[in-house]
């Protein structure tokens, strides 16, 4: 079965610094990677993807993540963090019948 | 973009009763939609995936009498908890994948249910 593992509860980062939220993952066969964003109340938006590909991808609000093989990692960065920015972040892999399995979620606290 | 609804956006009922949630796929046809619960600052865990005109597959552990799911149309889905007890109070998302060529078959979250019961 396939999951997915966000070592870090909570990063703290400035705003205007660069930010990275980490992932890494463990499927059978090519993996399927997204990143998603939760605010307060409200269902998930989709930030990016990975399917096949580029290692970089670039996705909405200036948010990229690299995907590493060797590393079975799909961190998600941004150069330049943003107050606004503060939210839960979920990566997830897709399965079977192609739903979603989710980590555990990064909280993100943007300081100004 | 793809839209989904859903219908209620919070609801609070007694313990015993049983409360439907809507799941709506706006402009899209939903071949597939799935029901996610989340707990408060937990992650998003699958419940079950239902496809139109068939039944749902639920998940291990997820008791099918008691989340009642009906796709009855490709662009509704609903789930129904049925005598609903305080250790069902929680955050229902539901999500739909499109027909191929919508959205690169790929699955857009609706902003959630939350569901608390006294």
Redesign the interface.
């Known amino acids: 079965a396939q999951s997915v593992a966000q070592p870090e509860d909570q990063v703290n980062v400035a705003e205007g610094n660069p930010l990275t939220v980490k992932c890494t993952y463990s499927v059978s066969g090519n993996p399927y990677l997204f990143w998603?964003v939760q605010y307060p109340?409200?269902?998930?938006?989709?930030l990016l993807?990975y399917i096949t590909g580029d290692n970089l991808v670039k996705g909405s609000y200036g948010f990229e993540a690299e995907f590493n093989k060797s590393q079975t990692s799909f961190h998600l960065k941004k150069p330049s963090a943003l107050v606004s920015d503060s939210a839960l972040y979920?990566c997830a892999v897709r399965g079977l019948?192609?739903?979603?399995?989710?980590?555990?979620?990064t909280r993100l606290q943007v300081q100004p | 973009g793809a839209v989904?609804s859903?219908h209620p956006s919070w609801v609070i009922c007694k313990s015993g009763t049983s409360v439907k949630i809507e799941c709506r796929s706006l402009d899209f046809q939903a071949t597939?939609m799935?029901w996610y619960r989340q707990f408060p600052k937990?992650?998003?865990?699958?419940m079950a995936?239902s496809n139109e005109g068939s039944k749902a597959?639920y998940e291990q552990g997820v008791e099918k009498d008691k989340f009642l799911i009906n796709h009855a149309s490709l662009t509704l889905s609903t789930l129904t908890v049925t005598s609903a007890h305080p250790e069902d109070s929680s955050?229902y998302?539901c999500?739909a994948?499109g027909l191929a060529g919508v959205g690169d078959?790929?699955?857009?979250?609706?902003?959630?249910t939350?569901l608390t019961v006294l």
């Open positions: 998603y109340n409200r269902g998930l938006q989709f993807k979920f019948r192609r739903a979603l399995t989710f980590g555990s979620g | 989904v859903q597939t799935f937990q992650s998003l865990m699958l995936t597959t955050f998302i999500s994948r078959n790929e699955q857009f979250f609706g902003p959630g939350r």
